[in-house]
Every structure is written in C-alpha cells, then in structure tokens.
C-alpha cells in the first residue's frame, strides 16, 4: 500500500510547474519574461503583529484624539523639500510599461490624497507632470526620455540605482509595446525589443554618484530632493554610501517590488526581502547618526495599512506602492475575461504586462485596450486606496497610544517565525528571544 501511494506522489523536487518550465525551456530556447513581483513566498510583514494597548500602555481615542500622517522628505540639503499628507507614495513606473491613462490616473490619485507620484524609465509625460501636484523625476541608467527641462519641472530627483525585483539588472520592454510615442520619447526605433541599461553611462561607484548628485543639483539650483533607490540587496552599505554621496533621500525597494518585464529568474532569485532590507537600512541610517535627517522610503509588497505601519514601526519614514497601485487601478481585476483567457491566464494570476496586451488597459500601449481606463474613475480609485492605507495605518497607531503613525517603533512590534524575529530584531512573540541578540 506504502509503495503505491509513493507511486502515484509526485516528485518534491519537480512539481509540475518545474516540469512545465523545464519542458517551456527545451521547446523554445528562451528564457522566461513576465511582469510584477516574487511569487515565491518569502519572510514577510505578515509574520509581524502588533502589541496593542492595554494594561501597561493606554490607547488613543480613535474618533477624537488625532494621529498624524504628514511627512517631509529632504529637508538635509533641498531648499524646497517635499512636504506630504501621508507617508505612503506612488512608485516609479515608466509610460511605456504603463499607458498614458494609467500615469494619469496615479498623477491623480496621489494629488487627491496630497502625497507624490514618480515618472520612470522613458521620460515625463504632460499628462502626469500636469495631473501630479507632486511628481519625482527619476535619473535612470537608460536615460531614456531624460530631459534637463523635465528635472527643473520635477518636485524631486530619484537617481535610480537598481530596483528591487532585479537589483544588478535593468528592465526590458517588449517591441509590441514600443509605439511611435514611446519610441519618440526613447530615441528608440519603433516595434523593437528595447532593453534597459542596468549600469549608469557616467559613474562606476559611490564616488561618481556624489559627482552626479551635485550635478542634479546646480540643474535644479539646489532646490528639489535628490532621492537615491537602490534594489535590496546589501541594503546596509548602499544606504550607507548612498548618505556619503549627499543623497536627501534613500528608496530601499524589496524583491517583492514588481517590474513591467524582466526574466523570471531575476524576480524570483536576486534581492532579499524588504523585511530584512528595511531593519539594514535603518542600522546604517542610525550608525550615521542620520536617521530621520535622511529619510528612508521603503518598497517592495507593501499592500495594507498594516504593512505601512510595520514598515515605519521598523524606522522608515515612507512607504512607497508599485503593483497596488496598479492593483487599485484594475490590475489583474476580473473584467474582459475573455482576453485573460487569450493571454493563457486568469484573474488574480496575470503577470503579462510585458506582451502589452493587458486586458484592463493599465499595462498597455494598445489604444484600443487603454481606452477601457478611464483616468478620472481609476485616479479616484487610487486616492480611495491610499486612504485607506493611510487610515488603516492610522488605526493601529492609535491602538499603540501613538498619535503620529512615526512614534510607532520597533517595541510595538512582535514576530511570528524565528526568521522574521531575526530579520527585523523584534522578539519573537510570547519570548523576550531576539535571535542573534
Ligand atoms: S492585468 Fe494588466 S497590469 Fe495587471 S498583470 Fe495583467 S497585464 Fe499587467
């Protein structure tokens, strides 16, 4: 009986996805793409909870004691530092991954709940530069799109490092996705697969990134934010080096954090967790006596209100959201059926934003497709969104007897594995046990 039940089990090694990509791989010669983040599980936000009030702290009252959310970010050097609502902002994705609406659509939505948004490889759009209150401009090693004038338009500058889903790699965008205005924006051919830069054309190392931080700054006259994002991936040393080269703000994105198309292998493979990258950054931040002088934003799966609190709770001073976003916008959203089929998906399972084909018309160039985004009604989603997240965060604050959501602190923080316990240097819960401490 034994050995027939072994018989019929499959093998721990080849599940049948192994198998299926194994078979993929022999049939076409071509490495996997896809879009989004991580779909491995790994130490997570959700293997945190927070110690609530009771008899030993006193909670605040939610309906009239306030709690506040604002936060302002480059104050170190930037004569006009970014002041915002609530510390949660929209993460840099590129006109070209997304369509035209979608960059609209969020422009919208971060300026209805007063925080920024970020243009991303391929350049600045008049449709976000004029729908975002606050718009950061990122400095990417494509340079695509880059544009002097675009730098003086922006509220802030985020020299892009690396990214999170593929720290050491740079991006792809497929050929059906390179329109004439895409194209036009790169200097690219049109319909060519265009692949992105993972290195800067003008520095090597920590020491160029300050030559190339002054810079952005005479551009701008010494007046925007200079963020520096890097991917996590030695979190510690490049918040580190990133604070030596005169960086305002360091952007630490997690392997959760998504892509609009990059190999499998990179997403699924490269990076740690923003669990752990946040707690590193943090330390460099503290070991510099620099915590909250350089403000740390965080990225990489942040999800809910929840997350945003235990991400600031950690030392961040913002959170900063990519695939909710997009998510808010009607990502992966159960409409149009029949096209998710077509891409050989479902909802709630499509990473396909790299064939241009999205279905919902976010992650498209396909003037018939984008259409079905309609950006006002998807700018109020993203702005319903954030403030629930902003709400959410708030709540628990308040439920910690903080009244800002920055007074929350590793102490209100328990761990539900060892691993998280660890990685985060809270105990791990019912123990007072911080592994390695
Ligand atoms: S629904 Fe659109 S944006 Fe979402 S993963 Fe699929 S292709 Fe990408």
């Given at each position: 009986?034994a050995?027939?039940r072994r018989?019929?089990?499959?093998?721990a090694?080849?599940?049948?996805?192994?198998?299926?990509e194994i078979?993929?791989?022999?049939?076409?010669?071509?490495?996997?793409?896809?879009?989004l983040?991580?779909r491995?599980?790994?130490?997570s936000?959700d293997?945190?909870?927070?110690?609530?009030?009771?008899v030993?702290r006193?909670?605040?009252?939610?309906?009239?004691?306030?709690?506040g959310?604002?936060?302002v970010?480059g104050?170190?050097?930037?004569?006009?530092?970014?002041?915002l609502?609530?510390?949660?902002?929209?993460?840099?994705?590129?006109?070209g991954?997304?369509?035209?609406?979608?960059k609209?659509?969020?422009?919208?939505?971060?300026?209805?709940a007063?925080?920024?948004?970020?243009?991303?490889d391929?350049?600045?759009?008049?449709?976000?530069?004029?729908?975002?209150?606050?718009?950061?401009?990122?400095?990417?090693?494509s340079?695509?799109?880059?544009?002097?004038?675009?730098?003086?338009?922006?509220?802030?500058?985020?020299?892009?490092v690396?990214?999170?889903?593929?720290?050491?790699?740079g991006?792809m965008?497929?050929?059906?996705k390179?329109?004439?205005?895409?194209?036009?924006?790169r200097?690219?051919?049109?319909?060519?697969?265009?692949?992105?830069a993972?290195?800067?054309p003008d520095?090597?190392?920590?020491?160029?990134?300050?030559?190339?931080?002054?810079e952005?700054?005479?551009?701008?006259?010494?007046?925007?934010?200079?963020?520096?994002?890097?991917?996590?991936?030695?979190?510690?040393?490049?918040t580190a080096?990133?604070?030596?080269?005169?960086?305002?703000?360091?952007?630490?994105?997690?392997m959760?954090g998504?892509?609009?198309?990059?190999?499998?292998?990179?997403?699924?493979?490269?990076g740690?967790?923003?669990?752990?990258a946040?707690?590193e950054a943090?330390?460099a931040?503290?070991e510099?006596d620099?915590?909250?002088?350089?403000?740390?934003i965080?990225?990489?799966?942040?999800r809910?209100?929840?997350?945003?609190?235990?991400a600031?709770?950690?030392g961040?001073?913002?959170?900063?959201?990519g695939?909710?976003?997009?998510?808010?916008?009607?990502?992966?959203?159960?409409?149009?059926?029949?096209?998710?089929?077509?891409l050989?998906?479902e909802?709630?399972k499509?990473?396909?934003c790299?064939t241009?084909?999205?279905p919902?018309g976010?992650?498209?160039q396909?003037?018939?497709?984008?259409?079905?985004?309609?950006?006002?009604m998807?700018?109020?989603?993203?702005?319903?969104?954030?403030?629930?997240?902003?709400?959410?965060?708030?709540t628990?604050?308040?439920?910690?007897g903080?009244?800002h959501?920055?007074?929350?602190?590793p102490?209100?923080?328990?761990?539900?594995?060892?691993?998280?316990?660890?990685?985060a240097e809270?105990p791990?819960?019912?123990?007072?046990?911080?592994?390695?401490k």
């Amino acid at each position: 009986m034994a050995q027939d039940r072994r018989r019929r089990q499959g093998f721990a090694a080849f599940p049948d996805a192994v198998i299926a990509e194994i078979q993929r791989a022999a049939d076409t010669g071509v490495y996997d793409i896809r879009g989004l983040g991580a779909r491995r599980h790994v130490p997570s936000f959700d293997d945190l909870v927070f110690l609530g009030a009771s008899v030993s702290r006193y909670p605040l009252e939610g309906y009239r004691e306030a709690c506040g959310t604002n936060v302002v970010l480059g104050a170190r050097y930037a004569k006009k530092p970014i002041e915002l609502k609530i510390p949660v902002t929209i993460a840099g994705m590129s006109f070209g991954a997304l369509g035209a609406n979608a960059k609209e659509a969020l422009g919208r939505g971060a300026t209805a709940a007063g925080t920024s948004t970020t243009t991303g490889d391929g350049g600045m759009t008049n449709e976000e530069r004029s729908h975002s209150k606050l718009l950061v401009y990122q400095v990417l090693p494509s340079r695509y799109g880059m544009n002097p004038d675009d730098l003086r338009r922006a509220d802030a500058i985020e020299v892009v490092v690396g990214q999170g889903a593929k720290p050491g790699g740079g991006g792809m965008l497929l050929g059906q996705k390179i329109t004439e205005r895409v194209a036009g924006m790169r200097t690219l051919p049109v319909g060519i697969d265009q692949r992105s830069a993972c290195r800067h054309p003008d520095w090597t190392g920590p020491d160029d990134l300050e030559i190339k931080i002054q810079e952005l700054r005479e551009i701008t006259d010494w007046e925007k934010p200079i963020y520096v994002k890097v991917g996590a991936a030695r979190p510690y040393y490049d918040t580190a080096l990133a604070v030596k080269a005169g960086a305002d703000v360091v952007v630490v994105d997690g392997m959760q954090g998504g892509t609009a198309a990059t190999q499998d292998v990179f997403i699924e493979h490269v990076g740690i967790p923003t669990l752990p990258a946040v707690r590193e950054a943090v330390r460099a931040l503290q070991e510099l006596d620099m915590h909250r002088t350089v403000q740390l934003i965080v990225s990489g799966g942040i999800r809910s209100g929840a997350d945003v609190a235990k991400a600031l709770a950690l030392g961040a001073d913002a959170v900063s959201i990519g695939s909710a976003a997009m998510i808010a916008l009607n990502c992966n959203r159960p409409l149009y059926l029949e096209d998710y089929e077509a891409l050989g998906t479902e909802p709630g399972k499509c990473a396909h934003c790299h064939t241009g084909r999205c279905p919902v018309g976010v992650a498209t160039q396909n003037p018939e497709l984008e259409a079905r985004l309609d950006p006002v009604m998807a700018g109020r989603r993203v702005a319903n969104y954030l403030k629930v997240l902003t709400l959410e965060a708030q709540t628990i604050a308040r439920a910690c007897g903080k009244s800002h959501v920055h007074n929350l602190e590793p102490e209100d923080l328990a761990a539900l594995t060892v691993e998280a316990a660890a990685m985060a240097e809270v105990p791990l819960a019912g123990t007072r046990w911080i592994p390695g401490k």
